[in-house]
């Protein structure tokens, strides 16, 4: 089983939907738990930081952590066509700095 | 402003070739990590450094070598580049204390002919 399992979709909405990216990880040593958007031949770009369990907002965009699931979760609210992307989840157990477990990341596009 | 830059943005070489990619960050971090991206494989750690003459392997480091001899760069070899190692190439930093996640590069995309 690989550490961290993301659905690499493609995913495609419409402009304004609410979209749901996930990701679930196997090792419970899993603290610090992330989200990057890449834009297409971009590097990844940090997104939301969340530590341990809990939800945190930002903007249209929320990030909720369920450590006993082992299941994390990024909400994009009224979605944009600039939200259109590969979304990668990351986690750690010692920190956000140090080394990085990442998905295999998710292709969402927005459609106008 | 402080950055994080890689050098070249592309590269064709061929089969057998040495081959030195650059990374070089201003934000005076102590890691800094090498990854390349493959379609279906994601982003895959190569090597990594927390610190000046620090190196240690990630999960595919076959083929490839980093040095560390000052803080801003981290150069990434590959020794003898097969058609296996044809990918993208992302080079990233991180403060060694705190919640700040990573900074990449924009990548190198390197083509092994």
């Known amino acids: 089983q690989k550490e961290v399992e993301q659905d690499p979709g493609p995913l495609s909405v419409p402009e304004g939907a609410i979209v749901s990216l996930n990701c679930t990880y196997s090792?419970?040593?899993?603290?610090?738990f992330m989200w990057y958007r890449q834009y297409s031949r971009k590097g990844p770009e940090l997104l939301m930081y969340?530590?341990?369990?809990g939800n945190k907002e930002d903007g249209r965009f929320t990030a909720q952590v369920d450590k006993s699931s082992k299941y994390i979760s990024l909400f994009i609210r009224d979605s944009q066509p600039s939200d259109s992307a590969t979304y990668l989840c990351?986690?750690?157990?010692?920190?956000?700095?140090?080394?990085?477990?990442f998905g295999k990341g998710t292709k969402l596009t927005v459609n106008p | 402003d402080a950055e994080i830059t890689q050098s070249p943005r592309h590269k064709i070489t061929e089969t057998g070739r040495q081959v030195t990619l650059a990374c070089h960050q201003t934000?005076?971090?102590?890691?800094m990590f090498w990854y390349r991206q493959d379609l279906g494989h994601g982003l895959r750690l190569i090597h990594y450094?927390?610190?000046?003459?620090?190196?240690n392997k990630g999960e595919v480091s076959d083929g490839y070598s980093v040095s560390r001899s000052n803080t801003e760069d981290l150069p990434l070899t590959l020794e003898s580049a097969a058609s296996s190692q044809t990918s993208v190439y992302f080079c990233?930093?991180?403060?060694?204390?705190?919640?700040?996640?990573?900074?990449f590069g924009s990548g190198t995309r390197l083509t092994v002919v």
């Open positions: 990233a930093s991180s403060e060694s204390t705190g919640l700040s996640g990573y900074t």
């Open positions: 090792n419970s040593a899993f603290q610090y």
């Open positions: 969340t530590y341990s369990s």
């Open positions: 990351a986690m750690s157990a010692q920190g956000g700095s140090e080394k990085l477990v």
């Open positions: 934000w005076n971090h102590n890691n």
């Open positions: 450094s927390y610190g000046v003459q620090d190196t």
